[in-house]
Nanobody, 122 residues
Framework: QVQLVESGGGLVQAGGSLRLSCAAS????????MAWFRQAPGKEREFVAR????????YYRDSVKGRFTISRDNAKNTVYLQMNSLKPEDTAVYYC???????????????WGQGTQVTVSS
């Protein structure tokens, strides 16, 4: 069964931190790259970060470099997104995704979670 379930979203003040988690079914997680995307109201879904199956390769969009960290625990079939120094412009629904290719395009990821809301107040 294909399943991705995000958690950890919420309301935080600017400068604060949140840690998102995405628990995956074994079928969805094993062997796949994992990524986080986000979508703000009225905007297209955009890439945030990705991590290879081994965890040795990561990549971030420029606006989150130095503030966000993606990681994965392959024993727990879980990927994380640690978000520090949050800004109001980080407000969006955050989605985790899984797929065989390490890409920044949403089209490259066949498996998606339902999303978790992150709201950063100024």
């Amino acid at each position: 069964q294909v399943q991705l379930v995000e958690s950890g979203g919420g309301l935080v003040q600017a400068g604060g931190s949140l840690r998102l988690s995405c628990a995956a079914s074994e079928r969805t997680f094993i062997g796949n790259a994992m990524a986080w995307f986000r979508q703000a109201p009225g905007k297209e879904r955009e890439f945030v970060a990705r991590i290879s199956w081994s965890g040795s390769s990561t990549y971030y969009r420029d606006s989150v470099k130095g503030r966000f960290t993606i990681s994965r625990d392959n024993a727990k079939n879980t990927v994380y997104l640690q978000m520090n120094s949050l800004k109001p412009e980080d407000t969006a629904v955050y989605y985790c995704a899984a797929g065989p290719l390490q890409r920044v395009s949403p089209a490259a990821y066949p498996y998606w979670g339902q999303g978790t809301q992150v709201t950063v107040s100024s």
